[in-house]
Structures are given as structure tokens and as C-alpha cells.
T-cell receptor, first 116, second 112 residues
Framework: GAVVSQHPSWVICKSGTSVKIECRSLDFQATTMFWYRQFPKQSLMLMATSNEGSKATYEQGVEKDKFLINHASLTLSTLTVTSAHPEDSSFYIC????????????FGPGTRLTVL | DAKTTQPPSMDCAEGRAANLPCNHSTISGNEYVYWYRQIHSQGPQYIIHGLKNNETNEMASLIITEDRKSSTLILPHATLRDTAVYYCIVRASGGGADGLTFGKGTHLIIQP
């Protein structure tokens, strides 16, 4: 299957700082990328959908000014958590779809964010 | 997207076939059934998807009932590495701009 990478795999930061997470589709061009969040013992929740070159679409209840998404190319999307607080600590996972992946979404390995 | 119902947990002996059921009684004609699994602290892994015909790949088989209201994912020879949470998801054809709606899934535990 297609490969999606995320960087970093884990990050610890102080409250009030910003953190950027990268998501890359390594062997296909992703017309659409998705960002999910997963709290402990819960299922994945879709945060936002981004298409290359256009603004992201956020799910209800997700603050677009806090979670900045940039999808500048067909292989890269970034999620920036601005002014992070302890309640933002979570497992952030991206997925990508398009091109040779067809209608299947392929997921990255996830990024564990801990805000102190 | 239609809602799915799965048992919260299942056990299966190593080497045996694991049969994971899913109910999707409100599925629409243009919705596919997708299966993903998530091993602890990893991103979900695509397994298989289908519309109405049974499907098989190197990982699993997907059996969809004729009325499409339920399906079964079959792992033919389960190993300890198949222990994971399995998600059954229905999604409109073509995917497009739709994210996936994850339910609680089935926690499959393979016993040695």
C-alpha cells in the first residue's frame, strides 16, 4: 500500500508554545489530506480536511485559528498547534488520499503531543 | 454516512480464522464498506473495502450480505500480530473530500 509519514513521532512542549507536525505522502500524490485526533481510550475524530492549494475545511468544534493547516503541495500537509495547552495533548494522525491510492485513505504513524 | 455497529471485543485462538461482524443496516446504494485496523499507538491500517461483491486480498476476505445490511471481515489464519482494534466504516463511493467516521470498533485479541 501507499506510504504516509509523519514528523515528529512525538513531541513535548511547554504551554503557550506552538508545535508543527508534518505529514507526507511518500509514493503518491495526495489531492486530499485529513487530520485526526485521538484521545486515550477513544476513537479517532476527524479535525479537518485539506485539499492542495486551498483552505482547509474544519469540523464543527475545531478552532481553525488554533489548528493551522497548510497543504502547499500534493505530498505535504502541515498542522500547527498554536499556543498549545495541556488539553491539546493527544495523538494526532494524518491520512492522505488521491492519485494511485484511489479511494483508499492511507494513514501516517501518528504524532504524540504532550503539552506541559 | 451510514452508522455501523460492531461488538466491542472478541477473542480468537492463534491459527484459527477470525470472523469480525459489522451491521450497517442503513447503508445507501452508493456507500462502500471499508475495514481498517489500529494496532496500539499506531495509525490505522487499511485492510479491504467492497461495495456488494465479496472481496479478498492478501490480508483478509470481506463477505457482504446480499441485502448489504451487514458484512464480515475474515482473517483466515490469525496471528498474535493481528491483535488490534478493527473498524468497519461505510463511506460514499468515490471518497472525495470525505473524512472517515470511526466508531468504537472491535478489539480483537488473539490468544496464543
Amino acid at each position: 500500500g501507499a506510504v504516509v509519514s509523519q514528523h515528529p513521532s512525538w513531541v513535548i512542549c511547554k504551554s503557550g508554545t506552538s508545535v508543527k507536525i508534518e505529514c507526507r505522502s511518500l509514493d503518491f500524490q495526495a489531492t486530499t489530506m485529513f487530520w485526526y485526533r485521538q484521545f486515550p481510550k477513544q476513537s479517532l475524530m476527524l479535525m479537518a480536511t485539506s485539499n492542495e492549494g486551498s483552505k482547509a475545511t474544519y469540523e464543527q468544534g475545531v478552532e481553525k485559528d488554533k489548528f493551522l493547516i497548510n497543504h502547499a503541495s500534493l505530498t505535504l500537509s502541515t498542522l500547527t498547534v498554536t499556543s498549545a495547552h495541556p488539553e491539546d495533548s493527544s495523538f494526532y494522525i494524518c491520512s492522505a488520499e488521491g492519485g494511485t491510492s484511489g479511494v483508499k485513505q492511507f494513514f501516517g504513524p501518528g504524532t504524540r503531543l504532550t503539552v506541559l | 454516512d451510514a452508522k455501523t455497529t460492531q461488538p466491542p471485543s472478541m477473542d480468537c485462538a492463534e491459527g484459527r480464522a477470525a470472523n469480525l461482524p459489522c451491521n450497517h443496516s442503513t447503508i445507501s446504494g452508493n456507500e462502500y464498506v471499508y475495514w481498517y485496523r489500529q494496532i496500539h499507538s499506531q495509525g490505522p491500517q487499511y485492510i479491504i473495502h467492497g461495495l456488494k461483491n465479496n472481496e479478498t486480498n492478501e490480508m483478509a476476505s470481506l463477505i457482504i450480505t446480499e441485502d448489504r445490511k451487514s458484512s464480515t471481515l475474515i482473517l483466515p489464519h490469525a496471528t498474535l500480530r493481528d491483535t488490534a482494534v478493527y473498524y468497519c466504516i461505510v463511506r460514499a463511493s468515490g471518497g472525495g473530500a470525505d473524512g472517515l467516521t470511526f466508531g468504537k470498533g472491535t478489539h480483537l485479541i488473539i490468544q496464543p
